[in-house]
């Protein structure tokens, strides 16, 4: 399966991969799903409910 990620520098800020053959199976379209990386999972659910 390849990956590609998706830099600025060196920040990694996205990526892409092979639809898996699983999903093609069940004919699942492509599709985008988000995430977000933190450093500390324990507070920074608080700090964004602040904002």
Known sequence: MNYMMFTTGAT???GL???PDDA???N???CYVGYVGVN???R???ASARA
């Open 17 to 19: 991969i092979d639809l």
């Open 24 to 26: 093609k199976k069940m």
């Open 28 to 30: 699942t379209p492509p």
């Open 44 to 46: 920074r659910p608080s």
């Open 40 to 42: 500390d999972v324990v």
């Open 12 to 14: 990694p800020i996205g």
